[in-house]
């Protein structure tokens, strides 16, 4: 009975755990569904978030966008030549002084350097001596011609006597015709070699003479090639360089928009920032051609260099401005 008992207490007691346990459960069912819920309800929300920056964030790359965009319009239409500007407003561009001559120095003869009298750098006149070579040979070559020369005019004086006296003796019919001929022929022949010995001394003192080479003219040595020494062979080798910078090109690159600003023989207001100096130029030279790569064509101006203070190479920069008087557009006479 005791037994029975016990087991009815341990049935009940089991059976009522099982109900807890199912209540348990049902409870979990219920609650995992509301998580859920909760949980979506939150990437949600952080998804919108997100969203709503992204829509912020591009909308202020459209607006930068946009700012530069006008930003860029606005410079271009200051650059563009077409734009409303005052008068007397000044465009500026840039160029460069070159030497209107440059020369490679060469020799006309050959031989050893014995001397070079300039340096890189040097200030020289037309004329002034730029390098000596040894002149030994060419001085025997003169020595040698003249005393051609001399043998050549004592046979023509000969002849010439000669002639003379048979001419006296043709005229008493002494001597025949045929012979005054003969000596006739063979003074006109002494003649022709007297003349060719002189220009062989022509010549010869002529080489003498390039064994000194010159300046063809006044500039400024910009390379000296060669040594006390050294050899120089006759040709177009370079021994000196040589640039004429007392007078100088201004060239100046004119984009192609601006070709109606500038015309022969107008003034151009120059700047050179290096000498802090102003100066106004007359357009020279304009080159008819555009150059494909950059759209623009050359002007040059002539440029007075007495003190030789511009340097070949040096920067300028040039104003060109709106004609004041309506007569259509010009570069400018003055300075802005």
């Given at each position: 009975?005791?037994?029975?008992?016990?087991?009815y207490?341990?049935?009940?007691?089991?059976?009522g755990g099982?109900?807890?346990?199912?209540?348990?459960?049902?409870?979990?069912?219920?609650?995992?569904?509301?998580?859920?819920?909760t949980?979506n309800?939150?990437?949600a929300?952080?998804e919108?978030?997100?969203?709503?920056?992204?829509?912020?964030?591009?909308?202020?790359?459209?607006?930068?966008?946009?700012?530069?965009?006008?930003?860029?319009?606005?410079g271009?239409?200051?650059?563009?030549?077409?734009t409303?500007e005052?008068?007397g407003?000044g465009?500026?561009?840039?160029g460069?002084f070159?030497?209107?001559?440059?020369?490679?120095?060469?020799?006309?003869?050959?031989?050893i350097?014995?001397?070079?009298?300039?340096?890189?750098?040097?200030?020289?006149?037309?004329g002034?001596?730029?390098?000596?070579i040894?002149?030994k040979?060419?001085?025997?070559?003169?020595d040698?011609?003249?005393?051609?020369v001399?043998?050549?005019?004592?046979?023509?004086?000969?002849?010439?006597?000669?002639?003379?006296?048979?001419?006296?003796?043709l005229?008493?019919?002494a001597?025949?015709?045929a012979?005054?001929d003969q000596?006739?022929?063979n003074?006109?022949?002494?003649?022709?070699?007297?003349?060719q010995?002189k220009?062989?001394?022509r010549?010869a003192?002529?080489?003498?003479?390039?064994?000194?080479?010159?300046?063809?003219y006044?500039?400024?040595?910009t390379?000296?090639?060669?040594?006390?020494g050294?050899?120089?062979?006759?040709?177009?080798?370079?021994?000196?360089?040589?640039?004429?910078?007392q007078?100088?090109?201004?060239r100046v690159?004119?984009?192609?928009?601006y070709?109606?600003?500038?015309?022969?023989g107008?003034?151009?207001?120059?700047?050179v920032?290096?000498?802090?100096?102003?100066?106004?130029?007359?357009?020279?030279?304009i080159?008819?051609?555009?150059?494909?790569?950059?759209?623009a064509?050359d002007?040059?101006?002539?440029?007075?260099?007495?003190?030789?203070?511009?340097?070949?190479?040096?920067?300028?920069?040039i104003?060109?401005?709106e004609?004041?008087a309506?007569?259509?557009?010009?570069?400018?006479?003055?300075?802005?």
């Amino acid at each position: 009975m005791k037994t029975t008992l016990k087991t009815y207490v341990v049935l009940a007691v089991c059976a009522g755990g099982l109900a807890l346990a199912g209540c348990s459960t049902e409870q979990e069912k219920v609650d995992l569904p509301s998580e859920q819920a909760t949980a979506n309800d939150e990437a949600a929300a952080q998804e919108a978030d997100e969203a709503e920056q992204a829509e912020q964030a591009e909308r202020a790359d459209e607006a930068e966008e946009a700012d530069e965009s006008n930003k860029a319009d606005e410079g271009a239409s200051e650059a563009s030549p077409t734009t409303n500007e005052a008068p007397g407003a000044g465009r500026r561009l840039s160029g460069s002084f070159e030497p209107q001559r440059t020369s490679s120095v060469a020799a006309s003869v050959g031989g050893i350097i014995r001397e070079v009298y300039v340096e890189e750098g040097d200030v020289v006149d037309k004329g002034d001596r730029i390098l000596n070579i040894d002149a030994k040979d060419y001085q025997l070559r003169v020595d040698q011609a003249r005393a051609a020369v001399k043998a050549a005019q004592a046979q023509v004086d000969t002849l010439q006597t000669e002639y003379e006296r048979l001419e006296k003796l043709l005229a008493k019919e002494a001597v025949a015709p045929a012979e005054a001929d003969q000596l006739s022929g063979n003074l006109a022949a002494a003649r022709a070699q007297l003349e060719q010995a002189k220009v062989g001394l022509r010549m010869a003192q002529k080489a003498r003479a390039d064994s000194v080479v010159r300046a063809p003219y006044a500039g400024v040595v910009t390379a000296v090639n060669v040594a006390e020494g050294s050899f120089a062979a006759p040709g177009p080798s370079p021994l000196i360089q040589l640039e004429e910078v007392q007078n100088l090109y201004l060239r100046v690159s004119v984009p192609e928009e601006y070709a109606k600003q500038v015309d022969e023989g107008d003034k151009l207001s120059v700047q050179v920032p290096a000498l802090d100096r102003q100066m106004t130029l007359t357009v020279d030279r304009i080159n008819p051609s555009v150059a494909k790569s950059s759209r623009a064509f050359d002007v040059l101006a002539e440029v007075d260099n007495p003190d030789l203070a511009i340097r070949s190479g040096m920067f300028a920069e040039i104003t060109l401005a709106e004609d004041a008087a309506g007569g259509g557009p010009t570069a400018e006479g003055g300075e802005q």
